[in-house]
């Protein structure tokens, strides 16, 4: 069982920038796939950017040239490198980890993004 912890959410206004930091319970290199998905209140939780194995990297296309995933292998720790924020872009942000068969995710952290 894999268990994610993740944090860096705040509140922002319009324009600004956030990193989001996701720590692993173990590894994450025998995790070949890790991502962000994000999901605001009455909406369905949406992949907002997604790593597989080292670098091959897939993006929502709201988020596009605005996010950046990455991680650090050494710290066991996945990043979401978020600028120019919108208020569209408010929303409970979620850790995903896929290992072995089963799909896993954080508690969320919040991050609300003011005009």
């Known amino acids: 069982q894999v268990q994610l912890v993740e944090s860096g959410g705040g509140a922002v206004q319009a324009g600004g920038s956030l990193r989001l930091s996701c720590t692993a319970s173990m590894n994450i290199v025998s995790i070949h796939i890790m991502g962000w998905d994000r999901q605001a209140p009455g909406k369905q939780r949406e992949p907002v950017a997604t790593v597989r194995g080292v670098s091959m990297k897939t993006y929502g296309d709201s988020v596009k040239g605005r996010f950046t995933i990455s991680k650090d292998i050494a710290k066991n720790t996945l990043y979401l490198e978020m600028n120019n924020l919108q208020p569209e872009d408010t929303s409970i942000y979620y850790c995903?980890?896929?290992?072995?068969?089963?799909?896993?995710w954080g508690q969320g952290t919040q991050v609300t993004v003011s005009a």
């Open positions: 995903r980890a896929e290992w072995g068969s089963s799909t896993y």
